[in-house]
Nanobody, 123 residues
Framework: QVQLVESGGGLVQADDSLRLSCAAS????????MGWFRQAPGKEREFVAA????????YQIDSVKGRFTISRDNAKNTVYLQMNILKPEDTAVYYC????????????????WGQGTQVTVSS
């Protein structure tokens, strides 16, 4: 089992940057593909980005390509989401998730979830 704790959210202005972190407990972090999802008020949770166990494969939704970068440090049991040129439509609670399968855009593929961190982007 793995526990996930997100951090790094906050209130920023449009075009600002934030880096989200997700720290995982346990000694098997490198066994998990990791994903970032987000959920805006009144909307379903949506996929943002995912990374394979050793970081060789990444996926992102089109709306964040060129602005967001997912990465991981297996020595620190941490996955990151660097978010640049933030837009008001990026406002949401951001969740990290862990999967023993290949990285996926499907939230049902993920076995463990963090509690989320709020990101608010003002115009």
């Amino acid at each position: 089992q793995v526990q996930l704790v997100e951090s790094g959210g906050g209130l920023v202005q449009a075009d600002d940057s934030l880096r989200l972190s997700c720290a995982a407990s346990g000694r098997t972090f490198r066994s998990y593909a990791m994903g970032w999802f987000r959920q805006a008020p009144g909307k379903e949770r949506e996929f943002v980005a995912a990374i394979s166990q050793y970081g060789g494969t990444t996926y992102q939704i089109d709306s964040v390509k060129g602005r967001f970068t997912i990465s991981r440090d297996n020595a620190k049991n941490t996955v990151y989401l660097q978010m640049n040129i933030l837009k008001p439509e990026d406002t949401a609670v951001y969740y990290c998730a862990a999967s023993l399968r290949s990285p996926s855009r499907d939230l049902n593929s993920y076995d463990y979830w963090g509690q989320g961190t709020q990101v608010t982007v003002s115009s």
